[in-house]
């Protein structure tokens, strides 16, 4: 049974680019989380999704970021416009219900702005 | 608003040392539920534990062990005869049941402890 799975793991862009990172959560999980970890920090919740439903976004940064979980597909976590500021490693987890289930993480994507 | 508080930021032993991780959180909701997670270097989360805030009982995994104060709102986490591949960064974590009683598992992360264990 496959982990999440994130892609890309590195992924690297220029100042004002848009960066485009997916997670396929766990086979059976329909729950999808997405934390962000600036470097020397702890993980920040960003956003919590079911299929198709934005649950909770309320620590996306209000603009240029938003997030997905179409019915078909991984969920992606889109970055408009990026800045050197958005240089940190983006975690994924998913569960198989939302009510406090231990969360399974990918291994994360390494985004880099040069 | 919860938060989760890891007072060390790093700590450095040598192989075979017992070591306490502490952890110390703030809620106001009675039902919540925390977690540890570990970071190897390689960067992945690896899940530990999970524990809910009506089982106050200790546990015990291998060198692993948690010990849950409700009292003093603190889940610290020890590791008995350190290794070095138990160098990593641990987390504690907290979700809450949230209002209406319903929850969707958000976790509140600690910064963070480095532990590192020297040969």
């Known amino acids: 049974n496959a982990g999440v799975m994130q892609n890309p793991r590195h992924l690297v862009r220029r100042r004002g680019q848009e960066a485009r990172l997916r997670c396929s959560p766990m086979?059976?999980?329909?729950?999808v989380y997405w934390y962000r970890q600036l470097p020397e920090e702890g993980l920040k919740f960003m956003v919590y999704l079911q299929k198709e439903n934005i649950i909770d976004e309320s620590g996306m940064p209000k603009e240029r970021f938003s997030a997905e979980f179409p019915k078909e597909g991984p969920s992606i976590l889109r970055i408009q416009q990026v800045v050197r500021g958005d240089s940190a490693a983006y975690f994924c987890?998913?569960?198989?219900?939302?009510?406090?289930?231990?969360?399974?993480f990918g291994d994360g994507t390494r985004l880099s702005i040069l | 608003a919860q938060k989760v508080t890891q007072a060390q930021t790093e700590i450095s032993v040598v192989e075979k040392e017992d070591v306490t991780l502490d952890c110390v959180y703030e809620?106001?909701?009675?039902?919540?539920?925390l977690f540890w997670y570990k970071q190897p270097p390689s960067g992945e989360l690896v899940f530990l534990i999970r524990r809910n805030s009506f089982d106050e009982q200790n546990e015990i995994s291998g060198r692993y062990s948690w010990n849950f104060q409700k009292s003093t709102s603190s889940f610290n986490f020890t590791i008995t005869a350190s290794q070095v591949v138990d160098s990593a960064v641990y987390f504690c974590?907290?979700?809450?049941?949230?209002?209406?009683?319903?929850?969707?598992?958000?976790?509140?992360f600690g910064q963070g402890t480095i532990l590192t264990v020297h040969p």
């Open positions: 086979k059976g999980h329909s729950h």
């Open positions: 809620t106001r909701d009675t039902t919540y539920y």
């Open positions: 987890a998913s569960s198989p219900t939302g009510i406090n289930q231990p969360q399974h």
């Open positions: 974590a907290l979700s809450e049941l949230g209002a209406g009683g319903t929850s969707y598992g958000k976790l509140t």
